[in-house]
């Protein structure tokens, strides 16, 4: 089945985690107002994975869980992840049965992303010797760097380079892949750093594409996948 993953997170600072931690796995994910849209889309089409924030507006658990369970719906046999107070959570494990994980609501994405690993696959990832053109800006004004290439999929990069970079910069790019007849075109937003001495890891969301750089880089990491590398 497709994977397709509906969000339910309510607020900014919880979506934002969810949406980096769902970056690294091959996996369509789509953000709805309300725990009773995603019950109607979950009976409307088939979907792989529900995140949602306990507690629920308008319903209790309980009654959210037979819903969503209930005969005729596409995704009754869908997983479900909780996002709910560490002190609620031993109260709800007890009622929820199979097919339902638990986590802290103020986990960050890497605990997010460890627990999806459970239920999606990863994105295909290609690890090798490249070199992306990033143009970048910086308190000196726009200047043009060439970042080396840790390990790219079709969501991010893990980047490793000399120059000051932050959480939240944004950029675009410019990827020179030797089996690809066009460079590969778009704009990325830096989403982790890791200082290494004078050099420094930086992990990058894809935020957009320009053309059909979007399928040319799938093809190519279709063609050259190779074991999963590091995760962003």
């Known amino acids: 089945m497709h994977q397709r993953v509906v969000v339910v997170a309510g607020e900014d600072d919880l979506r934002d985690r969810l949406f980096e931690a769902l970056g690294t796995f091959s996996a369509e994910a789509v953000e709805v107002p309300s725990v009773q849209r995603a019950l109607e889309l979950a009976r409307e089409i088939p979907i792989h994975l529900l995140t949602l924030r306990y507690p629920l507006e308008g319903m209790s658990f309980s009654e959210f869980l037979r819903a969503f369970r209930e005969t005729g719906s596409v995704s009754?046999?869908?997983?479900?992840?909780?996002?709910?107070p560490g002190k609620s959570i031993g109260g709800l494990k007890r009622s929820a049965g199979a097919g339902v994980a638990f986590l802290r609501s103020?986990?960050?994405h890497e605990q997010l992303a460890e627990i999806f690993k459970t239920f999606l696959r990863r994105s295909p990832r290609f690890s090798g010797n490249l070199l992306v053109g990033a143009e970048l800006e910086l308190p000196s004004g726009k200047v043009r760097k060439?970042?080396?290439?840790v390990n790219i999929s079709e969501s991010g990069m893990l980047l490793r380079t000399k120059t000051p970079l932050a959480a939240g910069q944004g950029f675009t790019f410019e990827l020179q892949i030797p089996d690809l007849k066009s460079p590969v075109l778009g704009r990325a937003e830096v989403v982790r750093v890791i200082e290494q001495g004078k050099t420094r890891e930086v992990g990058v969301k894809i935020v957009s594409f320009v053309g059909n750089s979007r399928e040319s880089l799938a093809k190519f990491l279709k063609i050259r996948r190779l074991?999963?590398?590091?995760a962003l």
């Open 146 to 149: 060439m970042l080396q290439v």
């Open 76 to 84: 009754r046999g869908a997983q479900v992840v909780v996002l709910a």
């Open 106 to 108: 103020d986990s960050d």
């Open 227 to 230: 074991p999963p590398a590091l």
